[in-house]
């Protein structure tokens, strides 16, 4: 899941400013699990801005829509006899849903309300943490499923570095030390042997230096 | 002054566990008010949600009210431990706009407490008046008569 948090109140005024009708346009799907972009959330930001307009004697008009996702096309289209009628759309979705948005309606002013913040998850109600940087060369099968590049502080794939303590990490001593979680959990399955092995290096090309990157699948295609 | 010579609008949003009978006892009480004060039962008040409060206070509330029963009462084990975790976080947001934090209030009733819903509003009614009638309220009024609203 896509985590993400509600920009200021402050930042989110100051980007539609100089617009009297916004469209609010929420996400069902990863940032209504994480509770920042949701029809629930929606809502509340609706009542927040005219609220807040009423009390600085400005005339706003919000309407609220929340798509099943907002990188979707086909959720997309469902503000096609909408989106016209707005000065300005205050995205509720993560970073893709916004460009998303934004590219099957160029002329349309898209701008952010949240802020986009990793891959996670929902570890309890209320908490999440992320857990997968998204690389593109996935090592989980070899570290009992537990991804050291993302939850050691230290990004260590040789691992441990020797300074936890209590199975706590020494950066920050709320999160566990993933290699401990690593060795730990091979031993109970009886597969350390899977450390003493070799492995080519991780091909860091597929996270980064090549621009966006793409998946294609001609199955997939129309 | 108390809250209903200030001529506050209050809404409570209550556990309906704390009175049985509230559907009868609240009638006097909306009656006497009129549109002064809303009453919304709730099953839990773990179902309260910082968008109600939302709702509430752009409708025209002045003063929130979200009463729960005691904490270790609860019929559903940990609604009013949630009812004020979301009253808190709902206060946040209304301090992002200027609005008093006092606005929303929690009224966790005592352990033992055997009351009537009307017997309670009135009494949180008699209480005083920690904020006036509401800034959105009044500009809402000054709109009118500049006829921009």
């Given amino acids: ?222 | 002054m108390d809250q209903k010579s200030a001529g506050l609008k209050v809404t409570f949003f209550f556990c309906q566990q704390i009175d049985e009978h509230q559907d009868v006892n609240r009638r006097a009480l909306e009656k006497e008010f009129g549109s002064e004060i809303r009453f919304f039962p709730l099953p839990c008040s773990g179902r309260i949600e910082p968008q109600h409060l939302m709702r509430a206070l752009e409708s025209g509330a002045d003063k929130v009210y979200v009463i729960t029963c005691p904490e270790g009462a609860c019929r559903y084990r940990e609604g009013n431990m949630r009812a004020r975790k979301r009253l808190t976080f709902a206060q946040g947001l209304i301090e992002e706009i200027g609005l008093e934090r006092e606005r929303l209030e929690l009224i966790n009733l005592p352990a033992g407490t055997i009351t009537t819903i009307d017997k309670l509003a009135r009494e949180l009614l008699a209480r005083e008046a920690l904020v006036g009638p509401s800034s959105l309220q009044a500009q809402a009024l000054e709109g009118k008569k500049l006829g921009v609203a």
């Fill in chain 1, 1 to 222: 899941m896509i985590t993400a948090e509600r920009k200021p109140l402050s930042e989110i005024k100051e980007m539609i400013a100089p617009y009297r009708k916004i469209l609010i346009v929420g996400c069902g799907s990863c940032v209504a699990e994480c509770a920042s972009g949701g029809e629930k959330e929606v809502g509340i930001l609706a009542s927040l801005l005219r609220m807040d307009a009423r009390k600085e004697e400005r005339d706003i008009e919000v309407k609220e829509i929340t798509l099943d996702r907002q990188c979707v096309y086909e959720f997309i289209d469902q503000l096609t006899d909408l989106i016209d009628k707005y000065d300005a759309v205050l995205s509720l979705g993560c970073g893709a849903g916004v460009q998303a948005v934004a590219e099957v309606f160029s002329q349309a002013i898209v701008v952010p309300a949240l802020n986009t913040t990793f891959i996670g998850e929902t570890k309890e109600a209320g908490l999440w943490v992320e857990n997968c940087r998204a690389c593109g060369d996935c090592k989980l099968g070899y570290f009992a499923a537990v991804c050291p590049v993302t939850r050691c502080s230290k990004g260590l794939f040789n691992g441990p570095c020797g300074g936890s303590k209590d199975g706590k990490c020494e950066v920050d001593p709320d999160t566990s030390c993933a290699w401990q979680l690593i060795v730990e959990r091979l031993d109970k399955r009886g597969q350390l042997d899977l450390l003493e092995k070799v492995y080519p290096p991780a091909d860091w090309s597929r996270q980064q230096g090549k621009g966006p990157r793409k998946i294609k699948r001609e199955d997939q295609t129309i």
